[in-house]
């Protein structure tokens, strides 16, 4: 799906593409873009404008309004870069990208992983709480980054993109006995003992991984990456339920992690998401909906998502997930054929919504999911990005 590669761009060295990154300007021609469909520009994204509202300041801060530090995580401002994507709002995608680059990545995220907390501290200043990175944050944010290069022609994008790109695998991958290159959760903290990693499969959205790598075809681990994902998906839900967290141990492969006793919640919800957004001819799309069908089941039986699991027996809790999880099941029913069982999380997010304003990470999911849903965005079967708004008019969704 690319238009055009980085061979030229990331020919030379890496400090010849930082300044690359710093000195070119920004070009606004669509380059090979197809015309957009005018109706589809005119439309706009009015959940994304919502989300703005309730949880992006001015200058681009994406903010957890309900946290008592009314924190700001890596997390966030990368998914918030992918929205602004998705709704061709690049005013306020340079907004936060800004943002993350002077707060949370030292003014230069060329040169840093960005940390994955700020907020208000004890003390009451503002400022980063946490130094460590995120993995999950800086793949979306080089992710973002990548497509926002290819889809806007802006050369300073791909190279930051490509950088942090680069970055991850550095500093921020493992390679495991028995296992491969695989991504850990952050830099620090995810290695409690030589034989052992600690893994979270919500990190390692499969189309991510693989968009960045048909962005940067030159660099192997890339493959090696996707190859370690699929195992770690599949290994680490016996049940058909993804934990949050997981261990791997050289010679025993995935334990359960006794520090969150395997449960699959918050996190885990995510997993279902991204297989249920893969496209339909990525490798790894059928084995993934195989995997987690008793999650589909579930819901079939239940009505809901549930809340939480106990991934190593599928024992499954009392509560049922909130308008989030049913937000972030939809594009997973969808892709099992299950379209009315998809409506009915559909109108079960618009029941709880009027119920209870949603939060910070019930509008991500709702975005992700429902946006997914309502045709604003598609990932190729290459990871690269559909996009509504810079797709002809006679695209196949």
């Not at 890496?14 to 669509?30: E, F, L, M, W, Y």
């Not at 943002?99 to 960005?114: F, I, K, Q, Y």
Request: net charge negative.
């Amino acid at each position: 799906m690319l238009g055009w590669t980085l061979c030229s761009l990331l020919a030379g060295s890496v400090t010849a593409v930082a300044a690359n990154a710093r000195a070119a300007s920004p070009v606004t021609g669509s380059g090979a873009q197809a015309p957009a469909c005018p109706s589809a520009l005119a439309a706009g994204w009015p959940r994304w404008e919502q989300f703005k509202r309730d949880f992006v300041s001015k200058d681009g801060r994406v903010i957890d309004a309900g946290s008592a530090d009314s924190r700001t995580v890596s997390e966030g401002q990368s998914y918030g870069l992918f929205f602004a994507l998705v709704a061709n709002d690049r005013v306020t995608f340079d907004a936060i990208l800004q943002w993350t680059e002077v707060n949370l990545a030292r003014g230069d995220l060329t040169s840093h992983l960005p940390s994955w907390l700020w907020g208000r501290g004890e003390n009451g200043q503002w400022g980063v709480l946490d130094t460590n990175a995120a993995s999950d944050a800086d793949l979306w944010i080089a992710y973002a980054l990548l497509e926002a290069g290819r889809v806007w022609n802006e050369r300073s994008y791909t190279a930051r993109g490509a950088l942090l790109a680069r970055r991850v695998l550095d500093e921020e991958s493992a390679t495991m006995p028995g296992l491969g290159l695989t991504l850990l959760p952050g830099p620090s903290g995810f290695h409690p003992a030589p034989d052992t990693w600690r893994v979270n499969p919500s990190y390692s959205p499969v189309q991510v991984i693989r968009g960045i790598a048909a962005h940067l075809p030159d660099d192997a681990r890339w493959p090696r990456l996707l190859a370690s994902t699929g195992r770690m998906l599949t290994d680490t839900a016996p049940h058909g339920f993804s934990p949050d967290w997981a261990l791997y141990q050289t010679g025993r492969g995935f334990v359960p992690d006794a520090d969150t006793h395997a449960v699959s919640a918050y996190n885990a919800i995510r997993v279902y998401l991204w297989a249920g957004t893969s496209n339909a001819q990525d490798p790894l799309a059928q084995t993934l909906l195989t995997r987690f069908a008793p999650f589909a089941g579930f819901i079939a039986t239940h009505g809901a998502p549930p809340e939480t699991v106990d991934a190593t027996t599928g024992v499954v809790g009392a509560n049922m997930g909130n308008a989030g999880f049913s937000a972030a099941a939809v594009p997973f029913l969808d892709a099992g054929g299950q379209t009315a069982l998809a409506d009915a999380q559909v109108a079960r997010v618009a029941q709880l919504d009027r119920e209870t304003p949603p939060g910070y990470y019930t509008g991500v999911l709702t975005l992700f999911g429902l946006g997914w849903r309502d045709g604003y965005y598609r990932f190729a079967a290459d990871g690269t990005l559909n996009l509504r708004w810079s797709s002809p008019c006679s695209a196949a969704q």
